[in-house]
């Protein structure tokens, strides 16, 4: 969407806190971020508890694959803190399409919903990760190249697809009797999940050109498990702003609209305080995924 391109600047503003010490990085997690768009990382020092890095930039995503992993690759290379020695790191990847399948679905065909709904390349791999706590599994899917690079460049490391280490962090922060929707809004789609009772029944990600797309999708969303607009809340994280046409168009409709908050359980470096707590939800919840 074009107003995306004026959160550029703000998103990749590098942040390194006073703390930080480049000599000793043993003690800390390097949580890697990969958009079709942009890739960000934020260091987590596990002693503080406490997000003490964050930088982001953006990708070559309109030219094809090779001209995105030329990119991806530069980026690391001239980067002076992904080469340290952290204890571990944590990727997420949103490169490609996910769904959720439930847990008996899915034994008996691995794989398999994702790839009728989706027209998955050859160059594409499919992988799962368990949400015991939906009783469910999210298949997910990536460029093979994508995930050897990152799975290689970086060791020991663990991958989820980004949307699991959203799901994952919202089923913890949403009250029991939470009825609510959260609209997490990126550069072109937007992935909506909806609670009711504190349980997630409804996820998907649209592509979105316009506000009036994010409009129809988050109104689709309620009315398909029985929230109300006029009461129920809807949470906007991620690439979207108070003043934005997306906001003032969705305030119209929804009652209870508001911004999310960054998750529960970090300390944040004053400047990512800030920032609009909306930003960065799926980087930060990296950081304290168990998946």
């Known amino acids: 969407m074009p107003e995306a391109d004026a959160l550029s600047g703000h998103l990749a503003e590098r942040i390194i806190d006073d703390a930080f010490d480049r000599q000793n990085t043993a003690g800390s997690t390097l949580c890697l971020l990969l958009r079709p768009y942009r890739m960000a990382y934020a260091v987590l020092d596990e002693g503080r508890n406490k997000i003490t890095v964050q930088h982001s930039v953006y990708l070559n995503a309109a030219e094809g694959l090779e001209a995105y992993m030329k990119d991806l690759r530069g980026f690391v290379a001239q980067d002076d803190l992904l080469h340290l020695p952290f204890r571990q790191t944590r990727i997420a990847v949103g490169t490609g399409p996910a769904l959720l399948v439930p847990a008996a679905l899915h034994a008996a065909a691995p794989g398999e919903h994702l790839a009728r709904q989706h027209a998955l390349r050859n160059s594409q791999r499919i992988w799962h990760h368990p949400l015991p706590a939906l009783d469910a599994v999210l298949e997910a899917s990536a460029e093979a190249e994508v995930l050897d690079y990152l799975l290689g460049g970086f060791q020991p490391a663990h991958c989820l697809h980004a949307d699991a280490v959203v799901i994952d962090r919202l089923q913890q922060e949403v009250p029991a009797e939470g009825r609510m929707g959260f609209a997490h809004v990126e550069r072109e789609t937007v992935l909506l999940c909806c ?6 029944c409804f996820m998907n990600r649209f592509a979105i050109q316009a506000k009036e797309d994010f409009l129809y999708y988050s109104q689709l969303a309620f009315r398909q498990v029985g929230l109300d607009p006029a009461a129920d809340p809807l949470l906007i994280l991620g690439e979207a702003v108070e003043d934005s046409g997306l906001y003032a168009l969705a305030d119209r409709y929804f009652k209870a609209l508001r911004f999310g908050r960054r998750p529960k359980g970090l ?10 707590t909306q930003f960065n939800y799926t980087l930060y919840s990296l950081a304290l995924c168990a998946l």
């Open 195 to 200: 609670f009711d009772r504190g349980r997630l």
């Open 267 to 276: 300390r944040y470096n004053r400047s990512i305080r800030e920032m609009p």
